[in-house]
T-cell receptor
Framework: GDSVTQMEGPVTLSEEAFLTINCTYT??????LFWYVQYPGEGLQLLLK?????DKGSNKGFEATYRKETTSFHLEKGSVQVSDSAVYFCALERDDKIIFGKGTRLHILP | GAGVSQTPSNKVTEKGKYVELRCDPI?????LYWYRQSLGQGPEFLIY????????DSGLPNDRFFAVRPEGSVSTLKIQRTERGDSAVYLC?????????????FGNGTRLTVT
């Protein structure tokens, strides 16, 4: 069945470092792809999405490009902040439901 | 406006007992989802309602789990004869789903502990 695999955490970086969180998917066809984020003490929320191949989703300085050749949707940010510390979930849409990866915990040190 | 509300926020119950978890979605959201999240894992799909009907209940692990949404708004997830393996955070989400799955708006979850 359809699934999402993302890099294991925790990922620890210093403030202003470059961030990449890898995500690959297995699916038939070309599902919409998402990154959701869970900040401490808050519910999951949508960070960005891409609905077709070569689309780039972006929000809050984060970007991810839908790569059908490599079935990937890696999350990147050029300069992270302490406030980016959270758990990040890669996900895909299949049959009107969202399938999530296991999540990657990100710690940003001041 | 108000977000998705889940009650209780924490529930501790004994093995074998019955529990009900409640979800109040965002007003006007026709789609409602239940997920379960175990420690260190991503949310696992349980069931999805479109209006009052369960459009997809393929994620319910067994017949001890049941969910209703009688008036197309509030939903209740019911677990009979709870087992220790049912301990997890149960997440509810709602969305408009006008064209495919629009962004899911999650509640903060109910942490269920079965002792």
């Amino acid at each position: 069945g359809d699934s999402v695999t993302q890099m294991e955490g925790p990922v620890t970086l210093s403030e202003e470092a470059f961030l990449t969180i890898n995500c690959t998917y297995t699916a038939t066809g070309y599902p919409s792809l998402f990154w959701y984020v869970q900040y401490p003490g808050e519910g999951l929320q949508l960070l960005l999405k891409a609905t077709k191949a070569d689309d780039k989703g972006s929000n809050k300085g984060f970007e991810a490009t839908y790569r059908k050749e490599t079935t990937s949707f890696h999350l990147e940010k050029g300069s992270v902040q302490v406030s980016d510390s959270a758990v990040y979930f890669c996900a895909l849409e299949r049959d009107d439901k969202i399938i999530f990866g296991k999540g990657t915990r990100l710690h940003i040190l001041p | 406006g108000a977000g998705v509300s889940q009650t209780p926020s924490n529930k501790v119950t004994e093995k074998g007992k019955y529990v009900e978890l409640r979800c109040d979605p965002i007003s006007g959201h026709t789609a409602l989802y239940w997920y379960r999240q175990s420690l260190g894992q991503g949310p696992e799909f349980l069931i999805y309602f479109q209006g009052t009907g369960a459009a997809d209940d393929s994620g319910l692990p067994n017949d001890r789990f049941f969910a209703v949404r009688p008036e197309g708004s509030v939903s209740t997830l019911k677990i009979q004869r709870t087992e220790r393996g049912d301990s997890a955070v149960y997440l509810c989400a709602s969305s408009l789903n006008e064209q495919g799955v629009s962004p899911l708006h999650f509640g903060n979850g109910t942490r269920l502990t079965v002792t």
